[in-house]
């Protein structure tokens, strides 16, 4: 009896750990977000997200979004820019729609460190 108490604290805590972990580095688009990396290298990593480093890499935001922080990004994922009609991905990605491919993306991105919480108020 005294095994079984043993093992179902251990799995208990062993599972607390996984759910601790699981909270401090969040999963996004099948990819953990580490605290130790920037947005565009946790963008990178999330195959969700990549219309939105292609834009941003397009756009000439990665050196921006490289440096320091906080910095809070409302990141569509590729569903939201598959909804826009159809070639305006494609025409926002030329050289010559910078400003306006700027323009949008520097709107999904806020000084500071903004939370779910936060945005309830």
Same mark, same amino acid.
């Given at each position: 009896?005294?095994?079984?108490?043993?093992?179902?604290?251990?799995?208990?805590? /062993?599972?607390?750990? +996984?759910?601790?972990?699981?909270?401090?580095?969040?999963?996004?688009?099948?990819?953990?977000?580490?605290?130790?990396?920037?947005?565009?290298?946790?963008?990178?990593?999330?195959?969700?997200?990549?219309?939105?480093?292609?834009?941003?890499?397009?756009?000439?935001?990665?050196?921006?979004?490289?440096?320091?922080?906080?910095?809070?990004?409302?990141?569509?994922?590729?569903?939201?820019?598959?909804?826009?009609?159809? /070639?305006?991905?494609?025409? +926002?990605?030329?050289?010559?729609?910078?400003?306006?491919?700027?323009?949008?993306?520097?709107?999904?991105?806020?000084?500071?460190?903004?939370?779910?919480?936060?945005?309830?108020?």
């Amino acid at each position: 009896m005294k095994k079984y108490y043993a093992t179902m604290l251990t799995l208990v805590l /062993g599972f607390a750990g +996984l759910a601790a972990h699981a909270q401090k580095d969040p999963i996004v688009g099948g990819a953990e977000m580490y605290p130790t990396k920037n947005i565009v290298e946790n963008a990178t990593n999330s195959k969700d997200h990549t219309t939105l480093v292609a834009a941003v890499k397009a756009a000439g935001l990665v050196e921006t979004l490289e440096g320091s922080g906080p910095l809070t990004v409302f990141a569509p994922t590729n569903e939201s820019f598959d909804k826009l009609p159809a /070639g305006t991905v494609d025409t +926002l990605l030329k050289p010559e729609n910078k400003a306006t491919l700027v323009k949008i993306l520097t709107y999904h991105v806020v000084a500071g460190k903004v939370t779910a919480k936060d945005l309830q108020r």
